[in-house]
């Protein structure tokens, strides 16, 4: 090469981009090991959601069941009638439900598994280099398209700029022919965290879960509420039986006594017993009461007898303890049943009334707190994209 060849070259060279080279090269994908703060993004990012959750198929017959407990221990017939419909409902759609959800919960498992692997050798794969969508939930690095678990917003910039992407790959099986790979994070060259959103707060933060946080506000504070106010009722109905005297000549209609009455019980079936050893602790009849023009419908209690040897499906004459308007005694022979208008748990019910009514007004200020953080939490974001100088 003559000297002009060379000094042409040279001043050829001063045009060209430097980094067209580098540019054209593929990136070079590298194992690495995992630190704290990669394998807590890897937790992250196999999360599953909602849907495929263990969570989620354990409120499917969980649900029910709770509000059913809830129901019998307040003594609240709306939710015991919609507990008992959602166990029926339950019954016939519950192997179908379950299906589809072990079918989301497994697919979850299998799309997440290169992540898993990762985070139990705590070694994974990492690339750095531009950084492009393929979809909602998929990447292109080079020319290696890479899975991600959840959705993944890749900003303009990240599309020239260098990314680092560490991500996981499974080991072909037999249920699974070829590897999957599955990303644990993105991040741009000023350490900002593309994919996963740090933390678990993103996703509780997302607008779905505030709608979902909102229905569950409405819901829990309707059924706190309905709790506390049966537990209220209670400790008003167990204060004034226990302020109550007897009536005499002078008593007027309204006032807090009580009188003994001639009336009849009939039991109506239901019943439940608790004891040991042959020998019973206390038992609980469901029944009817009559008196006068009056009628009372509920649960009679004795301690130390069982109410189905005594009491029968035909009516029987008994005398009846009525304060007010409703029963709360019956002597049957020389027993004597407390009606379910008086608490048997005791004075416990005003701390039970207490505990609900807090509860209420936790979830009524719930969606309050859950939007205000979520604001907070979108603008501070904004805030730190902004110092860092990524649009």
Request: charge should be positive; glycine fraction near 8%.
């Amino acid at each position: 090469m003559s000297d002009q060849e060379a000094t042409l070259l040279t001043e050829l060279g001063r045009y060209l981009d430097p980094t067209l080279e580098t540019a054209a090269a593929p990136p070079q994908f590298e194992e690495v090991a995992l630190d704290d703060g990669t394998l807590a993004q890897a937790r992250t990012a196999a999360q599953a959601p909602w849907y495929a959750s263990w969570v989620t198929g354990a409120m499917i017959p969980g649900a029910p069941l709770l509000g059913l407990l809830m129901g019998v221990l307040g003594g609240i017939s709306p939710v015991l009638d919609w507990s008992e419909f959602g166990l029926v409902m339950l019954f016939i759609l519950g192997p179908i439900i379950g299906i589809i959800w072990l079918a989301l919960f497994t697919g979850h498992r299998d799309r997440v598994a290169g992540i898993r692997q990762a985070i139990s050798t705590q070694r994974a794969l990492q690339v750095t280099g531009p950084v492009s969508a393929l979809g909602e939930k998929s990447i292109l690095v080079g020319d290696r398209r890479l899975d991600t678990v959840h959705r993944i917003s890749v900003p303009a910039w990240a599309r020239t700029a260098p990314c680092t992407v560490v991500f996981g790959e499974s080991i072909p099986s037999s249920r699974r022919r070829s590897a999957r790979n599955a990303v644990i994070s993105v991040t741009g060259p000023d350490g900002l965290v593309i994919y996963p959103p740090a933390g678990a707060l993103p996703f509780l933060l997302a607008v779905p879960s505030l709608i979902a946080s909102i229905l569950l506000s409405l819901a829990f504070t309707s059924a706190f509420n309905a709790q506390s106010q049966a537990y209220s009722d209670a400790s008003t109905r167990l204060r004034d039986i226990t302020n109550a005297t007897q009536c005499s000549a002078a008593s007027k209609p309204g006032d807090d006594c009580w009188t003994w009455m001639p009336g009849t019980i009939t039991w109506e079936g239901g019943y439940t017993r608790a004891g040991s050893s042959g020998e019973t602790k206390f038992s609980t009849c469901r029944t009817v009461l009559r008196w006068g023009k009056s009628r009372q419908e509920g649960d009679v209690r004795i301690d130390g007898l069982d109410c189905t040897k005594q009491l029968a499906a035909k009516a029987l004459p008994v005398r009846i303890q009525v304060l007010h308007s409703y029963a709360i005694q019956v002597q049957l022979g020389g027993s004597t049943y407390q009606t379910d208008r008086w608490p048997p748990l005791g004075r416990t019910v005003d701390l039970l009334a207490r505990v609900f009514q807090l509860a209420s007004l936790l979830w009524v200020a719930w969606p309050f707190a859950h939007v205000a953080i979520s604001i907070a939490y979108r603008v501070r974001r904004a805030r730190s994209a902004r110092r860092v100088g990524i649009p």
